[in-house]
């Protein structure tokens, strides 16, 4: 298609080829200039948690010990309760969605007519506006009120589900729908049934865009608060069981820390002294969040880059 | 590389990270808040008999501070307990306690008879429930104006600055009420809360029995028809940041939150003479309220917020706890019993520097004596 | 190669491997029909399963010859047959899960939200209070729908241009060793907690832009989307900045893989025409990467419309009773920051209900989008 349009002239020899070369230049200017406009929020924004963030996880005990009986007006307590916490809800949660977000971008892409195709593209575009905190009033609604269960990390984890499923089946989607059809009809030509030519060939062939939906999507989910706050209570005690009482998590640990952000004037040894424990708390913890993201994303690239075709 | 490895090292990472987490649990169960400068550690150690166990609570987020110090306190001196307390708002404390999510809920309003909640809490409990008021939380009229560290407002006054008719601080009525101070052309920024707060309503409550005729919207714990003039602000951290950065604010927010945010706060006239916020003040201001109980032991107050005496600081929230007069869990029952046993006695002490005001003598012998029925 | 069917014939057995890939491209996609009697060339050979294996690598074809012998071409019942259904059955039964899932959450929301709609005093469309505290409900959802769009068309008009040209810079501009740390770091904006993009938006950027706002105010007051209302700091401006970089990973990723997967042959032919490297992204990448980076963007926009706890914290509240504000630097509440506010103190269905129907419309909102997207896309695609 688009060879086509090229095809109508040769463009070497096409007049006006200063005012071509004088567009190109533009174009690359404002390429360049976005790219350096989009590094200012984020330089900036990275600054602010790592130069405030950092002191924090490296002070003693933040990856050994939780936050049981610290309290705003003091220091010191770890983020272990939360890290834990968010590692089992967020792999809980990408255990279930993956498979069902591949499951459905595959039936999209090389299974999918008729209207049962049609529903399902309507309801993944409806999925993907759903405000985090509906996604957890009607896990709420199903688990709690109707089936009279305990809040529990679980449940988190579900409601984290409905809010990853959209991103990974959008980004499925569109790589796999850029497999190009030689591929495919490669395969079938040599005989090989659909299913394998989708396991074997069309999915490598978009593993690394798949991957980045994956990460993209535990990004999303990984740092998400309104869930926590309905379907489960923080607490700020070591708690390993994701199907049984109150636990903590980063984002959870985050807000915890957020209401009393502001500095702190306590009175010590009658002077009074402004102290902000835990603004630095907040900060470590959203900078943990971040390093544990990364963690997970590198490990995903890594895999990806592990497993791709070699053409 | 193979389908089959492929999928394996991804069941693995999955199961990698569930192992992982799982094997962080070791050992740290301990006391692990060792605290170098810890407030007020006035942790009783002879009141409460301890019971162990875990509990969880959740509601006002007015209580929170309060309730973060005693579990601490608690926890120190009871080490095989573990309470956590989420300071989530008061109707998520209620629904959350009326759907046995949580053992206990901490409110900034007593269970409301007529919302059915008094009933259904009843239901779930097996028995009545009860509000016991334990937290009383001053409400500080906080202001941020260069040079003005001293300043008397009354109750139609507040209302004008909040309704937007009052819109500098060299108003006629802001000066006629403080001669001395040396006001700017400053204008006046309102904020108030964004978030559904009891805060609010009790801001609210206040202003419409001082000023009918002036706040005449139905006080709510959304501060949406209220009409305020001026920016909400997500949470009392919210308005006491925006207080603190902004030259001319004013708002409503809990007295911790001005204590914590080391902000001005405005001398209260209701007609017997300007009142300083203090812990005293506020207690005298709790104690003059009634009790207007539910039956049995429960301990809901009635508070006149148009109450002229003098001492007594008029704008005051008081939370309570929402527990069962009997769990159907014994060890449960026991738990609450010997937390609450604490807080009603020796964790008063703590609560000054932090905001509060502990309560008065006569309610907190009224309140010991209803924790001690609790089973 | 042996001769089996005409389309394997027209391959000369030398470009067998990995040349194929780049080689003639057949016209029409088959449609792969469930139906057996598919296209010729679908043969169902259970033999090939063992030998397209796992030690081969994936997408490079065997060439050995026993493979294809033609005593299989009548097996009906192997494990290819087989593996198609499963696959298939597996497939459209996870498709069939999520309309179902959609399905009770959109009943769930239906059954809370209609009494409080029908017991609405007001128009719940276009009436601008909100009184829902008491026994009778009075609200309307227009200052929401208005600051919720506001917002998100604030943060798409700064994020996806500045997107495109962040995926065009790693996918087509930037050396390898560059491209690859600045496209991680954009990943890496994802991971940011929302709550951290709310705390950052108000305290730290907000005072930042503010003179850019008040400048802007001043120069422009007279249009109604640039008037000061006195809000400093927690305006839609700056909300809908905060939304733009908290997009903008979503968007570039996905327009950073759909250029990377341009076809070489389409920039070679661009290229060999003497295009410049501008009229190589206009003719070939752009037209290619449009329905992925349409994906892209609807995913941002998902995420800006209901993004909560950052705009929560950003958002000043104002009171709706004056004039209707149509200005970027006045506050407000979106649909999510407004549950979000509240949450915490539902305390009766009705009330909640209120709430909910805003959720609803917030719901509406993003398919009606998605929808036109969509219609956008497909559109497209039947002209080029």
Same mark, same amino acid.
């Given at each position: 298609?688009?060879?086509?349009?090229?095809?109508?002239?040769?463009?070497?020899?096409?007049?006006?080829?200063?005012?071509?070369?004088?567009?190109?230049?533009?174009?690359?200017?404002?390429?360049?200039?976005?790219?350096?406009?989009?590094?200012?929020?984020?330089?900036?924004?990275?600054?602010?948690?790592?130069?405030?963030?950092?002191?924090?996880?490296?002070?003693?005990?933040?990856?050994?010990?939780?936050?049981?009986?610290?309290?705003?007006?003091?220091?010191?307590?770890?983020?272990?309760?939360?890290?834990?916490?968010?590692?089992?809800?967020?792999?809980?949660?990408?255990?279930?969605?993956?498979?069902?977000?591949?499951?459905?971008?595959?039936?999209?892409?090389?299974?999918?007519?008729?209207?049962?195709?049609?529903?399902?593209?309507?309801?993944?575009?409806?999925?993907?506006?759903?405000?985090?905190? =509906?996604?957890?009033?009607?896990?709420?609604?199903?688990?709690?009120?109707?089936?009279?269960?305990?809040?529990?990390?679980?449940?988190?984890?579900?409601?984290? =589900?409905?809010?990853?499923?959209?991103? =990974?089946?959008?980004?499925?989607?569109?790589?796999?729908?850029?497999?190009?059809?030689?591929?495919?009809?490669?395969?079938?030509?040599?005989?090989?049934?659909?299913?394998?030519?989708?396991?074997?060939?069309?999915?490598?062939?978009?593993?690394?865009?798949?991957?980045?939906?994956?990460?993209?999507?535990?990004?999303?989910?990984?740092?998400?608060?309104?869930?926590?706050?309905?379907?489960?209570?923080?607490?700020?005690?070591?708690?390993?069981?994701?199907?049984?009482?109150?636990?903590?998590?980063?984002?959870?640990?985050?807000?915890?820390?957020?209401?009393?952000?502001?500095?702190?004037?306590?009175?010590?040894?009658?002077?009074?002294?402004?102290?902000?424990?835990?603004?630095?708390?907040?900060?470590?913890?959203?900078?943990?969040?971040?390093?544990?993201?990364?963690?997970?994303?590198?490990?995903?690239?890594?895999?990806?880059?592990?497993?791709?075709?070699?053409? | 590389?193979?389908?089959?490895?492929?999928?394996?090292?991804?069941?693995?990472?999955?199961?990698?990270?569930?192992?992982?987490?799982?094997?962080?649990?070791?050992?740290?169960?301990?006391?692990?808040?060792?605290?170098?400068?810890?407030?007020?550690?006035?942790?009783?150690?002879?009141?409460?008999?301890?019971?162990?166990?875990?509990?969880?609570?959740?509601?006002?987020?007015?209580?929170?501070?309060?309730?973060?110090?005693?579990?601490?306190?608690?926890?120190?001196?009871?080490?095989?307990?573990?309470?956590?307390?989420?300071?989530?708002?008061?109707?998520?404390?209620?629904?959350?306690?009326?759907?046995?999510? +949580?053992?206990?809920?901490?409110?900034?309003?007593?269970?409301?008879?007529?919302?059915?909640?008094?009933?259904?809490?009843?239901?779930?409990?097996?028995?009545?429930?009860?509000?016991?008021?334990?937290?009383?939380?001053?409400?500080?009229?906080?202001?941020?104006?260069?040079?003005?560290?001293?300043?008397?407002?009354?109750?139609?006054?507040?209302?004008?600055?909040?309704?937007?008719?009052?819109?500098?601080?060299?108003?006629? +009525?802001?000066?006629?009420?403080?001669?001395?101070?040396?006001?700017?052309?400053?204008?006046?920024?309102?904020?108030?809360?964004?978030?559904?707060?009891?805060?609010?309503?009790?801001?609210?409550?206040?202003?419409?029995?001082?000023?009918?005729?002036?706040?005449?919207?139905?006080?709510?714990?959304?501060?949406?028809?209220?009409?305020? +003039?001026?920016?909400?602000?997500?949470?009392?951290?919210?308005?006491?940041? +925006?207080?603190?950065?902004?030259?001319?604010?004013?708002?409503?927010?809990?007295?911790?939150?001005?204590?914590?945010?080391?902000?001005?706060?405005?001398?209260?006239?209701?007609?017997?003479?300007?009142?300083?916020?203090?812990?005293?003040?506020?207690?005298?201001?709790?104690?003059?309220?009634?009790?207007?109980?539910?039956?049995?032991?429960?301990?809901?107050?009635?508070?006149?917020?148009?109450?002229?005496?003098?001492?007594?600081?008029?704008?005051?929230?008081?939370?309570?706890?929402?527990?069962?007069?009997?769990?159907?869990?014994?060890?449960?029952?026991?738990?609450?019993?010997?937390?609450?046993?604490?807080?009603?006695?020796?964790?008063?002490?703590?609560?000054?520097?932090?905001?509060?005001?502990?309560?008065?003598?006569?309610?907190?012998?009224?309140?010991?004596?209803?924790?001690?029925?609790?089973? | 190669?042996?001769?089996?069917?005409?389309?394997?014939?027209?391959?000369?057995?030398?470009?067998?491997?990995?040349?194929?890939?780049?080689?003639?491209?057949?016209?029409?996609?088959?449609?792969?029909?469930?139906?057996?009697?598919?296209?010729?060339?679908?043969?169902?050979?259970?033999?090939?399963?063992?030998?397209?294996?796992?030690?081969?690598?994936?997408?490079?074809?065997?060439?050995?010859?026993?493979?294809?012998?033609?005593?299989?071409?009548?097996?009906?019942?192997?494990?290819?047959?087989?593996?198609?259904?499963?696959?298939?059955?597996?497939?459209?039964?996870?498709?069939?899960?999520?309309?179902?899932?959609?399905?009770?959450?959109?009943?769930?929301?239906?059954?809370?939200?209609?009494?409080?709609?029908?017991?609405?005093?007001?128009?719940?469309?276009?009436?601008?209070?909100?009184?829902?505290?008491?026994?009778?409900?009075?609200?309307?959802?227009?200052?929401?729908?208005?600051?919720?769009?506001?917002?998100?068309?604030?943060?798409?008009?700064?994020?996806?241009?500045?997107?495109?040209?962040?995926?065009?810079?790693?996918?087509?501009?930037?050396?390898?060793?560059?491209?690859?740390?600045?496209?991680?770091?954009?990943?890496?904006?994802?991971?940011?907690?929302?709550?951290?993009?709310?705390?950052?938006?108000?305290?730290?950027?907000?005072?930042?832009?503010?003179?850019?706002?008040?400048?802007?105010?001043?120069?422009?007051?007279?249009?109604?989307?640039?008037?000061?209302?006195?809000?400093?700091?927690?305006?839609?401006?700056?909300?809908?900045?905060?939304?733009?970089?908290?997009?903008?990973?979503?968007?570039?990723?996905?327009?950073?893989?759909?250029?990377?997967?341009?076809?070489?042959?389409?920039?070679?032919?661009?290229?060999?025409?003497?295009?410049?490297?501008?009229?190589?992204?206009?003719?070939?990448?752009?037209?290619?990467?449009?329905?992925?980076?349409?994906?892209?963007?609807?995913?941002?926009?998902?995420?800006?419309?209901?993004?909560?706890?950052?705009?929560?914290?950003?958002?000043?509240?104002?009171?709706?009773?004056?004039?209707?504000?149509?200005?970027?630097?006045?506050?407000?509440?979106?649909?999510?920051?407004?549950?979000?506010?509240?949450?915490?103190?539902?305390?009766?269905?009705?009330?909640?209900?209120?709430?909910?129907?805003?959720?609803?419309?917030?719901?509406?909102?993003?398919?009606?989008?998605?929808?036109?997207?969509?219609?956008?896309?497909?559109?497209?695609?039947?002209?080029?």
């Amino acid at each position: 298609m688009t060879s086509a349009t090229i095809s109508r002239g040769s463009l070497a020899a096409a007049p006006g080829t200063t005012l071509r070369k004088a567009k190109d230049r533009l174009a690359t200017t404002v390429i360049y200039g976005c790219f350096l406009l989009a590094l200012v929020p984020l330089v900036w924004l990275l600054w602010t948690v790592l130069s405030r963030g950092l002191a924090g996880i490296l002070g003693s005990g933040w990856f050994t010990s939780s936050q049981r009986g610290v309290t705003y007006r003091e220091s010191g307590g770890g983020a272990l309760h939360a890290i834990v916490g968010t590692l089992q809800q967020v792999a809980l949660c990408t255990v279930i969605s993956v498979p069902i977000a591949l499951l459905v971008a595959i039936y999209l892409v090389e299974y999918g007519r008729g209207p049962l195709a049609r529903a399902t593209t309507f309801m993944v575009d409806i999925l993907t506006g759903i405000p985090s905190i =509906v996604a957890a009033l009607f896990i709420y609604a199903v688990f709690v009120t109707t089936l009279s269960g305990q809040r529990a990390g679980w449940l988190v984890s579900l409601a984290l =589900v409905m809010l990853m499923i959209p991103v =990974v089946v959008r980004t499925t989607e569109e790589m796999l729908r850029l497999v190009p059809d030689e591929l495919r009809e490669a395969s079938y030509a040599l005989g090989v049934p659909k299913w394998k030519t989708i396991v074997k060939i069309v999915l490598p062939t978009a593993m690394s865009g798949i991957m980045t939906g994956i990460v993209l999507g535990v990004a999303r989910v990984a740092g998400e608060t309104a869930p926590l706050l309905v379907l489960v209570g923080y607490s700020p005690n070591d708690n390993n069981n994701l199907f049984s009482g109150p636990q903590g998590s980063l984002p959870g640990m985050i807000k915890d820390q957020f209401g009393n952000l502001g500095s702190t004037t306590i009175l010590r040894g009658g002077q009074k002294v402004s102290v902000h424990y835990a603004a630095d708390r907040m900060w470590a913890a959203a900078l943990t969040l971040i390093l544990l993201v990364m963690a997970l994303n590198l490990l995903a690239r890594l895999i990806a880059s592990r497993s791709k075709v070699s053409s | 590389m193979s389908i089959t490895t492929r999928t394996g090292v991804l069941a693995g990472l999955a199961a990698g990270a569930i192992a992982l987490t799982g094997c962080g649990s070791s050992g740290t169960s301990a006391d692990a808040g060792a605290s170098p400068d810890g407030g007020s550690s006035s942790a009783g150690s002879s009141s409460a008999a301890c019971a162990s166990g875990s509990l969880k609570a959740e509601g006002s987020t007015a209580q929170k501070n309060a309730m973060e110090q005693w579990i601490k306190d608690f926890q120190a001196t009871c080490s095989g307990t573990t309470i956590t307390y989420n300071g989530t708002g008061s109707g998520a404390g209620v629904s959350n306690f009326i759907a046995k999510q +949580a053992d206990f809920a901490g409110s900034d309003s007593a269970l409301d008879p007529a919302n059915g909640e008094v009933a259904k809490a009843a239901a779930v409990c097996g028995s009545p429930a009860l509000n016991l008021p334990m937290v009383t939380g001053p409400i500080a009229v906080a202001y941020k104006v260069n040079g003005v560290k001293d300043l008397v407002l009354t109750p139609k006054v507040i209302t004008r600055i909040f309704l937007g008719k009052i819109t500098t601080w060299n108003d006629p +009525a802001i000066k006629a009420l403080n001669a001395n101070a040396s006001l700017p052309s400053t204008p006046i920024t309102v904020f108030y809360r964004s978030d559904s707060s009891g805060t609010t309503q009790n801001f609210e409550k206040y202003l419409a029995a001082n000023d009918p005729a002036g706040f005449t919207s139905k006080p709510d714990k959304d501060s949406s028809k209220a009409g305020f +003039a001026g920016q909400g602000k997500a949470g009392s951290q919210g308005v006491q940041q +925006a207080i603190g950065s902004t030259e001319g604010g004013i708002g409503y927010v809990e007295w911790s939150f001005a204590v914590s945010g080391d902000l001005d706060t405005a001398r209260v006239d209701n007609g017997a003479g300007p009142v300083e916020l203090t812990a005293d003040s506020a207690a005298a201001a709790v104690a003059a309220a009634k009790v207007a109980s539910n039956g049995g032991k429960d301990l809901t107050l009635k508070l006149d917020y148009a109450a002229r005496a003098s001492g007594a600081y008029p704008i005051i929230l008081v939370t309570y706890e929402i527990v069962c007069s009997k769990y159907a869990d014994p060890k449960v029952g026991s738990l609450v019993k010997s937390f609450l046993t604490y807080t009603a006695g020796d964790g008063q002490a703590a609560l000054q520097d932090l905001g509060y005001a502990p309560l008065p003598t006569e309610i907190q012998t009224q309140v010991k004596a209803a924790v001690e029925s609790i089973s | 190669m042996p001769k089996e069917t005409p389309m394997i014939d027209r391959t000369p057995a030398d470009t067998a491997g990995p040349g194929r890939m780049a080689g003639p491209a057949v016209s029409d996609r088959p449609e792969p029909a469930p139906d057996p009697s598919g296209p010729a060339l679908r043969v169902d050979r259970p033999v090939v399963v063992p030998v397209v294996g796992s030690s081969q690598p994936a997408g490079i074809l065997p060439d050995q010859e026993p493979v294809f012998g033609a005593g299989s071409l009548g097996g009906r019942t192997g494990a290819g047959r087989f593996g198609d259904r499963v696959l298939a059955g597996l497939s459209s039964g996870a498709g069939a899960f999520l309309v179902l899932l959609i399905g009770l959450v959109t009943v769930f929301l239906v059954i809370r939200a209609l009494p409080a709609i029908t017991s609405d005093r007001s128009n719940f469309l276009t009436a601008r209070t909100w009184d829902v505290g008491g026994d009778t409900l009075d609200f309307g959802v227009l200052p929401l729908l208005w600051v919720t769009v506001l917002i998100s068309l604030v943060a798409m008009a700064l994020a996806v241009p500045v997107a495109i040209g962040i995926a065009l810079f790693i996918s087509q501009y930037a050396p390898a060793r560059v491209a690859r740390p600045v496209a991680y770091v954009i990943d890496l904006l994802a991971a940011i907690p929302s709550i951290i993009y709310g705390v950052w938006g108000i305290a730290v950027l907000a005072p930042k832009i503010q003179p850019l706002a008040d400048l802007l105010s001043r120069r422009a007051g007279w249009f109604p989307l640039f008037a000061d209302h006195n809000v400093r700091g927690g305006t839609i401006f700056t909300g809908g900045v905060v939304l733009a970089v908290m997009i903008l990973p979503i968007i570039t990723a996905i327009g950073r893989d759909v250029f990377e997967r341009t076809p070489r042959a389409n920039i070679e032919a661009a290229w060999a025409l003497g295009a410049t490297r501008w009229e190589v992204i206009r003719l070939a990448v752009l037209p290619y990467g449009r329905p992925g980076l349409v994906s892209g963007a609807m995913l941002g926009l998902g995420r800006a419309l209901g993004e909560t706890i950052a705009i929560t914290l950003i958002l000043s509240k104002v009171s709706n009773t004056g004039a209707f504000s149509f200005s970027i630097f006045n506050g407000g509440e979106t649909f999510a920051s407004k549950i979000a506010n509240n949450a915490s103190e539902f305390n009766s269905p009705s009330q909640t209900g209120a709430y909910i129907a805003a959720g609803l419309v917030l719901f509406v909102l993003t398919f009606a989008v998605n929808a036109a997207a969509r219609w956008v896309v497909n559109r497209r695609k039947e002209f080029s």
